[in-house]
């Protein structure tokens, strides 16, 4: 049994569950005023992180929507990137031609976005190719990645909740929050 050394009464809310229902929404209307509407999107969720999130902006999303899943690992059980991506499940239907957009929960260095535009841009010809975030940590960037889209930005804090983890716990809180130093 994994004992945390965190625990659920030592976070202080960053953004409320009624702030990113709020934020969602506005993402939307901008997703939705930028995509051709007579044309099919495909939504690429980067799991667990996203889940989450993806979910309840396709609830918005006003276009015939195809809603894939990959599975990308980079932080394992810590609270900063290893540096590298591991490919855990990247099944992907052909993207040629398509509308993309891609759905992360954070991002940070940059390297697991960087990594999947990459392999996308590589390995099809997709029409349009966008990304959306919920957060976005622009003080940790290392590569240079073009966040088309975003919830919040933030500053250098490790957060939880609304998808977001620590060891696999604290994914299910309705709100994001951080533990103090």
Not at 36 to 49: F, H, T, Y
Not at 115 to 135: G, T
Not at 155 to 178: A, H, Q, S, T
């Amino acid at each position: 049994m994994i004992v945390l050394d965190r625990k659920k009464e030592d976070l202080v809310e960053l953004f409320s569950e009624e702030a990113i229902q709020k934020r969602i929404a506005e993402i939307a209307k901008q997703i939705n005023a930028d995509y051709p509407s007579d044309e099919p999107m495909c939504v690429i969720c980067v799991l667990k992180g996203a889940v989450l999130f993806a979910c309840d902006l396709i609830k918005h999303i006003d276009k015939e929507t195809h809603f894939e899943f990959i599975k990308l690992e980079s932080y394992g059980n810590s609270q900063s990137s290893s540096g590298e991506v591991k490919s855990v499940s990247m099944a992907l239907p052909n993207l040629n031609s398509k509308n993309v957009l891609v759905v992360e929960d954070i991002v940070d260095t940059g390297l697991t976005a960087k990594f999947l535009l990459d392999y996308i841009q590589m390995h099809f010809q997709p029409k349009m190719l966008k990304l959306v975030a919920l957060l976005n940590k622009k003080c940790a960037r290392v590569h240079d990645i073009k966040v088309d889209y975003y919830g919040f930005e933030i500053d250098n804090k490790f957060v939880v909740g609304y998808g977001l983890d620590y060891m696999g716990y604290y994914r299910n809180l309705p709100y994001i929050g951080y533990f103090p130093q």
